[in-house]
Each structure stands twice: as structure tokens, then as C-alpha cells.
């Protein structure tokens, strides 16, 4: 079955930077679109990027532009996010989502402190 097991999360301080993994198996990797979603405290969850499966368009919420980048390992069946510049409005569960099928993973938490 699908499974997605997220890691890199933790506490840093604002302007820190933490790149997320998302180790993916039981599904072919390469031919699904990856995306990171995040839920923050008391807010709904959003869309924070995505990747097509070769990896060469990505996009970006607005919230994120600039400072996520999101990559992939075809080879390693592992999807990136590298995040700079942190901020304490970042500060939320993120979770994997692989397009094929829909699965999740089960999410990890970032926090920012200010």
C-alpha cells in the first residue's frame, strides 16, 4: 500500500532554514506528481507546492514563493522541501501528498519561533 513517512521537521528560529523529506513507497514514484500541504494552528490546510514527476515544473503558493523550493530523487523515491527563511506564520503540520492515489502521509511538524 501507499506510504508516504515525512522527516526534517522541528523548532528553529525565525530566518532558520529545515529541508522536509518524504521517504514514498507501494506506488510507481516516478510518474506521480508530488505535493506538500500544511496545516497551522487553528487555520485551514493549505497547498504549499507541488512537482510533476520528472520533476521540471514546479509551483509554489504565494505565501512560500521565493523561499521554498521543492525537489525530487526519481532514484530515491524521496520528495524535498527545502525551506528558508522561516517565519512564525510557518509554523504548521506539513504533510506529503502523492498524486495517484491521493495518500497522505501522516505529517510533521515545523516550528518557527520568533
Known amino acids: 500500500q501507499v506510504q508516504l513517512v515525512e522527516s526534517g521537521g522541528g523548532l528553529v528560529q525565525s530566518g532558520g532554514s529545515l529541508r522536509l523529506s518524504c521517504a514514498a513507497s507501494?506506488?510507481?514514484?516516478?510518474?506521480?506528481?508530488m505535493s506538500w500541504y500544511r496545516q497551522g494552528p487553528g487555520k485551514e490546510r493549505e497547498w504549499v507546492a507541488d512537482?510533476?514527476?520528472?520533476?521540471?515544473?514546479?509551483n509554489y503558493a504565494n505565501s512560500v514563493k521565493g523561499r521554498f523550493a521543492i525537489s525530487r530523487e526519481n532514484t530515491r523515491n524521496t520528495v524535498y522541501l527545502q525551506m528558508n527563511s522561516l517565519k512564525p506564520e510557518d509554523t504548521a503540520e506539513y504533510y506529503c501528498?502523492?498524486?495517484?492515489?491521493?495518500?497522505w502521509g501522516q505529517g510533521i511538524q515545523v516550528t518557527v519561533a520568533s
Open positions: 507501494g506506488f510507481t514514484f516516478s510518474r506521480s506528481a
Open positions: 501528498v502523492e498524486g495517484l492515489t491521493g495518500g
Open positions: 512537482i510533476t514527476p520528472a520533476g521540471g515544473t514546479k
